[in-house]
């Protein structure tokens, strides 16, 4: 199983994860490099373990998922790691904080708009 190591340049000013999106999908394994503060991501799944390193912490919006176990900032006594739901896998170091999924928003998709302009009506449909 290959492991991917992650380092600072894998991550904007604000610590959030770069690419896809924010998703990190793993077939294998995920190691973090340590004293990068608190890392971010819109979601994190490794089939291998997690492991952030000493001075690094995990959060992850809308989850994050190990089948190996999750390990964050060994050797930190209070290190944390973050996410809105724990779908899977085991957190080995470090202290859960489930902070909850974000609220379906309402949407205007699929709504017809209509608007007159002087004498002339136009109506589209919202994509």
């Not at 964050?72 to 957190?91: L, Y």
């Not at 170091?93 to 002339?120: M, N, R, Y």
């Amino acid at each position: 199983m290959d492991t991917i190591k992650l380092t600072r340049k894998d991550f904007d000013a604000s610590l959030r994860y770069i690419r896809n999106g924010g998703i990190l999908d793993a077939e294998g394994s995920v190691e973090i490099e340590a004293n990068l503060g608190y890392v971010s991501f819109q979601k994190i799944t490794s089939k291998g373990h997690i492991v952030a390193h000493a001075g690094t912490g995990i959060e992850a919006g809308e989850g994050i998922e190990a089948g190996s176990g999750i390990e964050a900032g060994w050797g930190i006594e209070e290190m944390e790691v973050r996410c809105g739901k724990k779908e899977g896998g085991e957190v080995v170091h470090g202290k859960l904080i489930e902070t909850g999924l974000p609220k379906d928003v309402a949407s205007l998709s699929g709504k017809k708009v209509t608007v007159t302009v002087g004498d002339k009506t136009y109506t589209a449909t919202i994509d």
